[in-house]
Each structure stands twice: as structure tokens, then as C-alpha cells.
């Protein structure tokens, strides 16, 4: 795709013209390359089209001409380039497409090679950069204020290159082949010295003196006539020279023979090396890995043999008072003395309170004075500024640090050209579009350097835990440390401890980080109010969110909008630093930027607007782990409860409700993933529910993820979870809620070996179950009394109990239901010692488990089949059923029964002689005991290594575990635990070959 405006406007693609129809459009696109890759108002397009009078619908037409612009790019590469960007429009344009882009390289290299000394590659460079001219630029377009400005700038460009291009072939000898070019040149620019000075030179070169002689009386005639003054002094010392046929004029010399010829830089003024950059922080703390990647990347244009094809360029972004500025100006002063040439400094101010940004106009002119260029000599149109500035650098070393961008439109123009210097770009936005630059993105400190940072303004011990708090209260923010400093600093009654204090109240942080003229709410203020309505309402409503981090989905439940829409917002934000994306798709906010968001929200946003937001979100987040547990466990589906589905989109996975297989194994691991990512998010959802007026959805999350959670081995946040929703229930006299929350509560009871409040949570259960006609209820209730009657040797009790539960199962139609009750019967039969009826029990678990195809219910069936086998003597099959129970309930991620299988297969190594194998299972098994919570399982897997240490002789070591075994079982006040019991334990205590 290439565009062409030296000459008429041309725009070809694949070698066939694109056609532009009207003359307005074809303005419009004009005015648009003209300012190529910058933004031009709508304000500005009418201002170009109709200078005097604009019509009434000015506006609309030029919105109109845009739109058949964009119709006519519409099948070419360049179809999205025409950018709708408030308060205009932008035409982007990429490298080498645009041929003015392409002149001002060549003559950029052309300048390079001169520098050089490679003046063959330099002529070369300056006539292919000549050859792209086909006519006057814009050369049917109508003269708006743009296009002119940037038609004279081109011309003029044009002609100081032609000047440069006739210079170095004098001075490279080959003087013959522009005698004709600059005839021509002359007479089309008769005033112009220069031209008439490179004429005279190469006519006396090749040996027609007379005729050089004459082009100079003719120069001095016109003047004399047009304008009443004589030629300049240097144009008449080359006359004198070529009269007295002066040996500095003969060919070949190696510097131009007249101070006419020489570039203007060679006669520039002696100015002072400019010394911009401000003081460095003497209390700079941290940000040692940062900074040595800055040295890094500064290093490689440090020597001669390195110097890269290009200027460094060095992007370092951050949220507001991350301390970008003062990464800068440090890194900025270590590396000052690699450049000889001197270092500028511009604060753009593109988020500085109550100050107009600096343009790219204003900060060419600081930095052109800066490098000693006199402000008659700066031009006034922007591109002229910004190729002068190019010129300038080019061939210099400078370190250029251009502070608080706005972004990339901000800093384009004030890039350098030519290779060997490094610029520091520092912004609150990430500048993602400026080609090659090394981006380095701030985060808060590590706490070691906010301690650092804090003691080194306060002299406060950095070891202090009231030190720390302050420093995390804080946020590890640079800004805020620094303001709580200096308060801490300017207080001298207060505390450490008064500080903390004072910055612990949630709701007034913000306004103790504010010590004039230091705000954190004033840093974080413009940079909220620099944002479009859209995303300002997202940025407040993400604030509502009560868990750590959100995803798309969710943020598009808070706002109402579609997940196309919040990815944007979301991106937007985290690009201006407004919020972070620790993993791919999970955004969370800084701490301090969540208070200002907050207190943002509550000015801003309605409490029904604030309710309605929320309302969504927990809508979106009850549906979608509904599914998403109901794909995960698919026959756990009668214990589910069914919400009705969202307005808001849900992920893939909650979407496929066709119940084909094919690719239900994708969706099952969307699902578990799902369940994964947001699982703090729901049970933080749960309790603020539960807390704010939202019973449905704690009720709902509760029997959702209470099993998800038991697989676990979660019981933290099991007790939290149902204790919300057992609350709950019981105040809005839901039984249903109460019956499902118990036998939650009792399920962690039983695991963790407390077994009376087990009970009596069971026992209550049951009774709700009864007398509201549950039988599901029930099922579940007499199921958890059976387990803790096995676990206390009260068999017929417990006989009794899963009786019962089988024949509800039965009664029911659960498949799994009745599994799980057979499957108790079994363990109820083994420890009975009743191997034969167990393992009929397990046997036909097992069957109903791979009939209905469910790999959770085989694990349990197999680990109790394999068990009974065990105790059978049967080891070989034991083990092989224990092995395939492992592979499940690691696929599964079931906690519980990766414990239990290991701990029987250690056993099992165990009888066929593998102690080694035994321990490595017991080992990990204690360890899972240990993660878990579970006492009683850590006494069994105690007693396990103790077998094994004694097995091998290492009596002293056996002797610790099993004692350790007994503290846990007597601290429980348990006689046994499964295959364990204190009698046991003793029995091997006090025998004497233990005692070795």
C-alpha cells in the first residue's frame, strides 16, 4: 500500500491506482496525510474546508466525507487505518508507505552517509530520495492552511537536500554531471545563492571560467534590480577566488572550498552543552532490577562498535506516584556522562494539575533552544520543527528524557532520527505503539525497598512491624510512602503507631496521603478524569466488586454490556494503569486505587444504580458456577440447585446445553478451570451476600460449592461458606437451606474428628429432612450418623443408619445415592471383619459406577474393593485396584482419596515387601493429612511409618511416630481411627523390641 503526495494525490495498491472520487473527499484524505499518524479535530477538518463560512451542517458533510473515504480503502490494506478517535479523525499510515515519509529517511541516511565520509552512497541515497518528487506536493489540491504549510515545508526540504546532494558531488569531484541540473535550478530559483554558487564552481572546474563569471554578473544584475542589494559576501569571495583561479577550487577536495557551501551546522554559534535534567532523589530507594535493565539497554548504545541502526527508546509507564519520574531523572544522571552531547529535559505535563499540556510544538522549541538554536531560526510549522530537531541530533550523543506523556501522539514528533542517542519516555499509559521501544513497566515496591524508602525519610528502624503496616497500608506506592513520611517526619508527637493508626480507617486513607502539594487522590484524580464516561462508570463499578480480582464476564455482568465491550474497558484501563492484570484476563486494583474508586462510586452512582450492579454480578456468578459444577459432577445434579439464567454472557462452557459428547471434555475442563480461577470471587460473593441483603445467592453458592470445596479438603472455607448460609436460612426460615447447610457442617466435623458436633448437626438434619419430606435430606443425614457410629465400633447403630439410607436410595432411583450407601455398607462389613459381604458390597458399587459412567464413584468403590482385597490377603489385586483409585482421584483432584488410597497402598507395599515404596506412600499421605486438617488421618499415617521404621530396624524413629500417633488420638479423645487404635499403639510402645 503506498500514498503519494509528492505530486498530484496518488494512493496504489498492488500496482493499480485506488480511486478517491470529489474533490472534498480527496481534501479531506489530504489534510489527513498531511498530519499522517496525528489526530485532526473535526473542528480543525472544517476550519481547512471552509475558512470564511462554514455551512450550518459543516460537521455531518465532513463526517460524510470521511465515511466515502473509508468506503473507497475498503478492500486494501489500509481499510481500518482511517481511526474515529474524539475529538477527530487520525489516518495512520505505516513505515515506508507514505513517500514524504520516504523522502525525509533517504535524506536522513543521505546526511549519515555524508557524515561518514561514504559520499558515493550519500549522492546515491539523495537522488533516490529526488526521484519520489513528481511534481509540486498536493499539486491538485486546494490550498487549505494545512496542505500549504505542508506543501512550503516539503518545497523548501526539497531544496536545501538538492543544495546538500550538489555539494557532495562538488566535493567528490564529479562536477560535469550537474552543470545541466543546476542551469535549470537556477533559472527556476534565479535568487537563490546557493544554487548560483554550486553553478560557478563546477562551470570553472570544467574549464569554462568565463561562463561561471557571467552566471555571477547575472545573480548580481537581478538583485540589484528585484530587490536593490548586492550579492552576499561569501557569493563574492567565490568570484574573487575563481578570478584569481584559486588552488582551494581545483577538484577534489575533500571540504567544500566556500563557507557558502558548508552546512549551516559549521557555522553555528559555540552554545553550552545543555545540562537539563533535574535533581536526583537523594532518598532513591530500590528498583535495583528496573534500573539495571535500564543500564542494560543504555549500554548498547554506549561504545562505537555497538551503537544500534536506531535511537534507544525506553518507555517506563506506571499507575499514578508509582515513581516513574524519578526512575528517570535517576537512571537519567547514572548514565549522563555516556553522553557527551548533553541531556535535555521536558515535562510534558500530560497529567500535571491545573497545567495545559505542553505540545509537541512548544517542546521542539524548548529543545531546539536548548541545543543553542536562536529563535528566529526555529520554524513555526511542526514538521519543519521536527526536522530541524531531527537534523540537529543527528550525529550527536543526548540523553533526552521526555517526562509525563500523555501518549504516543504526544511524544512522536520529538523522537530523533539518526542513531546514538537514548530518550526516556516516562507516562501513566502504556506505549504500546511506538515502534522499537523498550517498555518498562513500574509496579509498587517490593515491601524490603518501602521499608527502605520509608526509614531513609524518617529514621524509623525498617525492621519495625509498625513500619511494615504503614508500608502496606500505603500500598508500597513510592507517592504515598513519601507522603506518609513527611507527615510521620513533620509531626514530632506522633508515633509510628499514631500514623498506622490513622491510616488504618479505610475510608479516610486517601485523605491522610495528602501533605501539600502531595496528593495521592490529586495524582489518581487526573488520571480518572482524563478517561471517556464508558470507561469512568466501569472503573467505579469494579470497585463493587467484593473479591480480588475479576474477569471479563464478570465485569460485564457489573456494567451491563457485552464481553466484547468489557475486555476493551478492561484493557483501556490497565493500559492507563488503572487497573493490573496479574495473569492473562484477571484484572484487580491497586489497593489505593480501589478506595478512590469507591469513594468515586458513591459520589457518582446511585445506591440503586450501585444495587443493580451487584444484583448482576451474583446473578452471573450463581448461574455459572451452577453449571459449572453441574459439568464438573455431573451426577451430583440432584444435589444442585437451579437459578435462572443471566441476562449477562456466560463462558463457553456454560453456553453448550445441546448434551452431545463430543467435546465435553473441553467443556468439563473450562469448567473445573472456571471453578478454580474464581473461587475466592464466589465465596467472597457468598459472604458479602449474606452480609448485604442478598440471601438467595448465599443460599444458592452454599449448596453449589460445598462439595466442590469437600473434594478439596477445604474445610476453612466450608465452615465460612454454610455457617453465611446456615445464618441465613435460619432468619429467612428456609429449611431446605438449613437441611443442606448442617450436613455440610457435619461433613467437616466428621473429617476433622469432632465427632459430637457431627452428630448433632446430622441429628438436626435429619429431623428438618423428616419433617419437611426430603428424602434426599434425609438420605444424606442418616448416611453422616452411620459413618461416625462405624468410627466409634457402634456397629448396629450404624448398621442401622445406612439401611435405612440404601433403602431411600433405592426408593429414590439414585444410582448414586445407592453406590455411596453400598459402598458405606462395605466399609461398615470390613470393619466387622465380614470380608465376603464387603467385598459383594464394593463389587456391586463398582458395577452401578462404570454403569453410569462416573470415575469419581469407581474411585470410591475401588479404593474400598481394594482395601477389603488387602485384608483378604489378596495384595496383588488390592494393589491393582488401589492403583487405578490413585489415577482417578488425582485426575479428579480429590484430596480426601488421594490420602486413603496412598495410605492403604503403603500398607500394601508394605506385605509384599517393599518397605521402601510403603513409606514414600505413608509419607505423602501424612503430608496430605497434615494440608488437609485432619487429625485422625494423621495418627493413621504416624502409625503406617512407625510399621515401616520398625520393619527396617530403626526402632528409635518408630518409636516417635507412634508416640506421636497417641498424642493425637488422646488429644482427640479417640479409642481408634480406622485401622488404628490406642490399644494398638501402646501394645507396641511397651514391647521390648521396639525399645532397641
Request: charged share 25%.
Amino acid at each position: 500500500m503506498e500514498f503519494g503526495v509528492l505530486g498530484r494525490l496518488e494512493i496504489t495498491h498492488q500496482g493499480g491506482s485506488v480511486v478517491v472520487e470529489t474533490p472534498r473527499n480527496r481534501g479531506v484524505l489530504a489534510i489527513l496525510l498531511a498530519r499522517a499518524n496525528d489526530l485532526v479535530s473535526v473542528e480543525q477538518l472544517v476550519d481547512e474546508l471552509w475558512p470564511q463560512r462554514p455551512p450550518a451542517q459543516a460537521r455531518a458533510l465532513v463526517r460524510g466525507y470521511v465515511s466515502r473515504v473509508r468506503r473507497a480503502l475498503r478492500n486494501t490494506p489500509a481499510a481500518d487505518r482511517l481511526v474515529t478517535r474524539k475529538p477527530g479523525y487520525l489516518m495512520r499510515v505505516e513505515d515506508g508507505e507514505l513517500d514524504v515519509h520516504r523522502f525525509e529517511k533517504l535524506i536522513a541516511d543521505a546526511r549519515i552517509a555524508r557524515q561518514a565520509g561514504r559520499l558515493g552512497h550519500c549522492v546515491t541515497l539523495f537522488r533516490q530520495a529526488h526521484r519520489l518528487w513528481r511534481g509540486a506536493p498536493f499539486a491538485d489540491m486546494p490550498p487549505t492552511s494545512i496542505i500549504t504549510a505542508s506543501a512550503t515545508r516539503l518545497a523548501e526540504l526539497r531544496l536545501a537536500s538538492l543544495e546538500e546532494l550538489y555539494d557532495t558531488v562538488l566535493t567528490n569531484g564529479h562536477d560535469a554531471e550537474i552543470v545541466t541540473d543546476l542551469i535549470d535550478l537556477v533559472a527556476e530559483h534565479p535568487l537563490r545563492e546557493r544554487f548560483v554558487a554550486q553553478l560557478m564552481l563546477a562551470l570553472h572546474r570544467g574549464g569554462r571560467t568565463a561562463d561561471a563569471l557571467t552566471a555571477y554578473q547575472q545573480v548580481k544584475q537581478r538583485l540589484a534590480d528585484e530587490i536593490g542589494i548586492d550579492p552576499g559576501n561569501q557569493l563574492q569571495q567565490l568570484q574573487l577566488a575563481i578570478l584569481r583561479n584559486d588552488r582551494d577550487l581545483a577538484p577534489g577536495q575533500t571540504s567544500p572550498p566556500s563557507p557558502l557551501l558548508r552546512p549551516d551546522d559549521e557555522m553555528a554559534q559555540e552554545v553550552p552543552v545543555p545540562r537539563q535534567l533535574p535533581g536526583d532523589l537523594s532518598t532513591f530507594t530500590g528498583r535495583e532490577v528496573e534500573l539495571a535493565r535500564l543500564l542494560t539497554i543504555a549500554g548498547r548504545n554506549a561504545g562505537n562498535a555497538d551503537v544500534p541502526a536506531a535511537p534507544v527508546i525506553v518507555t517506563i509507564d506506571g499507575m499514578p506516584g508509582v515513581g516513574k519520574t524519578a526512575l528517570a531523572v535517576h537512571a537519567a544522571h547514572r548514565l549522563a556522562d555516556r553522553y557527551a552531547d548533553g541531556q535535555l529535559f521536558v515535562d510534558l505535563h500530560g497529567f500535571t494539575r491545573e497545567v495545559t499540556p505542553v505540545d509537541p510544538a512548544g517542546a521542539l522549541d524548548q529543545m531546539l533552544r536548548g541545543m543553542g538554536v536562536r529563535g528566529e531560526q526555529i520554524p513555526q510549522d511542526l514538521d519543519a520543527r521536527a526536522a530541524l530537531y531531527r537534523t540537529r541530533l543527528a550525529d550527536r550523543r543526548m540523553l533526552v528524557v521526555l517526562d509525563n506523556a500523555i501518549d504516543e501522539a504526544h511524544v512522536s514528533r520529538l523522537l530523533p532520527g539518526t542513531p546514538g542517542c537514548l530518550v526516556l519516555i516516562t507516562s501513566r499509559r502504556r506505549l504500546a505503539g511506538l515502534d522499537d521501544a523498550h517498555s518498562l513497566s513500574l509496579d509498587a515496591l517490593p515491601l524490603k525497598d518501602g521499608l527502605g524508602l520509608f526509614s531513609r525519610i524518617t529514621g524509623e528502624d525498617h525492621t519495625s512491624p509498625t513500619v511494615a503496616e504503614i508500608v502496606e497500608l500505603c500500598g508500597r506506592l513510592p507517592l504515598a510512602i513519601r507522603i506518609a513520611a513527611a507527615r510521620l517526619s513533620a509531626r514530632s508527637c506522633w508515633t509510628a503507631a499514631d500514623l498506622a493508626d490513622r491510616l488504618r480507617d479505610h475510608q479516610h486513607r486517601l485523605s491522610e496521603l495528602d501533605f501539600n502539594p502531595r496528593s495521592v487522590t490529586a495524582a489518581v484524580d487526573l488520571s480518572y478524569r482524563q478517561l471517556s464516561t464508558a470507561h469512568r462508570r466501569m472503573f467505579r463499578l469494579l470497585s463493587l466488586h467484593p473479591g480480588a480480582d475479576i474477569d471479563a464476564y464478570a465485569a460485564a455482568a457489573l456494567a451491563d454490556t457485552t464481553v466484547r465491550d468489557a475486555t476493551r474497558l478492561l484493557d483501556d484501563l490497565t493500559d492507563a494503569h488503572l487497573q493490573h492484570e496479574p495473569t492473562p484476563g484477571r484484572f484487580r486494583f491497586h489497593d489505593l486505587l480501589r478506595v478512590y474508586a469507591t469513594h468515586a462510586s458513591v459520589d457518582k452512582d446511585s445506591e440503586a444504580a450501585r444495587r443493580a450492579a451487584l444484583s448482576r454480578l451474583f446473578d452471573h456468578y450463581t448461574h455459572t458456577a451452577s453449571v459449572a459444577t453441574d459439568v464438573v459432577y455431573p451426577h451430583l445434579a440432584a444435589y444442585l440447585p437451579r437459578i435462572r439464567r443471566p441476562a449477562s454472557p456466560t463462558p463457553a462452557f456454560a453456553e453448550q446445553t445441546n448434551g452431545r459428547p463430543e467435546g465435553q471434555a473441553d467443556r468439563r475442563t473450562g469448567a473445573a478451570a472456571w471453578l478454580e480461577a474464581e473461587l475466592i470471587n464466589l465465596l467472597a460473593a457468598a459472604s458479602y451476600a449474606a452480609g448485604h441483603g442478598w440471601p438467595a445467592h448465599t443460599l444458592h453458592l452454599s449448596a453449589t460449592l460445598r462439595r466442590h470445596l469437600h473434594r478439596r479438603g477445604r474445610y476453612t472455607q466450608i465452615v465460612d461458606l454454610v455457617g453465611h448460609a446456615l445464618d441465613t436460612a435460619r432468619e429467612l426460615g428456609h429449611q431446605l437451606g438449613e437441611l443442606d447447610a448442617l450436613c455440610g457442617l457435619g461433613e467437616v466435623h466428621k473429617f476433622q474428628s469432632r465427632f459430637e458436633p457431627a452428630a448433632d448437626c446430622f441429628s438436626q438434619a435429619l429431623h428438618i429432612a423428616r419433617r419437611i419430606g426430603h428424602r434426599l435430606g434425609e438420605y444424606d443425614a442418616l448416611r453422616g450418623l452411620g459413618y461416625l457410629h462405624r468410627y466409634q465400633n457402634r456397629f448396629e447403630p450404624a448398621a442401622d443408619c445406612f439401611g435405612q439410607a440404601l433403602h431411600i436410595a433405592r426408593d429414590i432411583g439414585s444410582d448414586l445415592c445407592e453406590l455411596t450407601a453400598l459402598c458405606s455398607l462395605g466399609h461398615l462389613h470390613r470393619s466387622q471383619k465380614r470380608l465376603g459381604a464387603a467385598a459383594d458390597c464394593f463389587g456391586q458399587a463398582l458395577d452401578i459406577a462404570r454403569d453410569i459412567g462416573d470415575r469419581e464413584s469407581e474411585l470410591i468403590a475401588l479404593h474400598g474393593l481394594g482395601v477389603t482385597r488387602r485384608a483378604q490377603g489378596r495384595y496383588g489385586s488390592a494393589a491393582d485396584c488401589l492403583e487405578q483409585a490413585l489415577n482417578f482421584a488425582l485426575e479428579t483432584d480429590d484430596h480426601n482419596y488421594q490420602f486413603e488410597v496412598l495410605h492403604n497402598l503403603g500398607y500394601t507395599r508394605r506385605a509384599t515387601g517393599q518397605p521402601a515404596a510403603a513409606f514414600t506412600h505413608h509419607r505423602v499421605a501424612r503430608d496430605l493429612a497434615c494440608d488437609l486438617g485432619q487429625p485422625a488421618d494423621q495418627a493413621r499415617a504416624l502409625y503406617g511409618l512407625a510399621r515401616v521404621h520398625s520393619d527396617l530396624g530403626r526402632h528409635r524413629q518408630a518409636r516417635e511416630h507412634w508416640q506421636l500417633a497417641l498424642n493425637i488420638l488422646t488429644d482427640l479423645g479417640l479409642q481408634h481411627a480406622e485401622e488404628v487404635s490406642i490399644d494398638q499403639i501402646r501394645a507396641h510402645l511397651d514391647d521390648p523390641r521396639d525399645r532397641r
